[in-house]
C-alpha cells in the first residue's frame, strides 16, 4: 500500500506556519517516513496533483491569484487543514480591509516611493476587494489557529490525520501543545 500524500500551500502570509513545520527538527524527518509529501514551498513540485490526502494551508486569500490557487486545491485534496490564523482568520493580512484596493495601491507605490512612483500594472496578483479567511471560500475540514501554530501542534496534527484521527485542536491549544 503506499504512503498517503501530503501537500503544504503558502498564500498570503509571512511563511511563520512553514517555519514551525521546520521547526519540528528530526521529528520532521521520523513524520516524512509516514507520507509522501507531493507539493509545497519547501520543494520544487510546480503543479498541484490531482489527488492530495492531507493539505496544510497557510495564509489568507487575498488575491486572484489566492482564489484560484485554493479552490484548485480544495477541488484535489481529501482533508484541508487551515493552518494558522492567516488561514483561519485573515489575521495580520485582512488589516487591510478597511482600505479601498486603489487607494492601498496609491498609498503603497506612489506615496511611499522616491523614483518611478507608479503601481505596477504586470507580474503581481490582482487584489481581492476584501482578504478573506480560507473557509469563507472553501471548505475546512480542521482548524489549527495560532501565530504561528507551535511545532508541537502541527506535529501532533499531521500524526493524528496520518494515523486516520480527528485532531483535538481545542485539548492541544488547551495544554500548549
Known sequence: ??????????????????MSILDMDERLVELSEQFDLVYSPLVDYKEFPAHV???LIEGSVSSDEDDRKIRLVRAHTRVLVSLGDCAVTGNVPAMR???????????????NG???????????????????PVHEVVNVDVF??????????????????LAGRVPDVAALSRFGA
Open 1 to 18: 500500500m503506499s504512503k498517503p500524500t501530503l501537500a503544504t500551500v503558502w498564500l498570503d502570509g509571512c511563511s511563520g506556519c512553514h
Open 53 to 55: 490526502d492531507i493539505a
Open 97 to 111: 480591509n478597511p482600505i479601498p484596493v486603489p487607494e492601498l495601491l496609491d498609498s503603497v507605490y506612489k506615496g
Open 114 to 132: 522616491l523614483l518611478q512612483e507608479q503601481v505596477p500594472t504586470h507580474c503581481l496578483p490582482t487584489l481581492l476587494p476584501r482578504v478573506r
Open 144 to 161: 489549527v489557529p495560532g501565530c504561528p501554530p507551535s511545532a508541537d501542534t502541527i506535529f501532533t496534527i499531521i500524526s493524528e490525520l
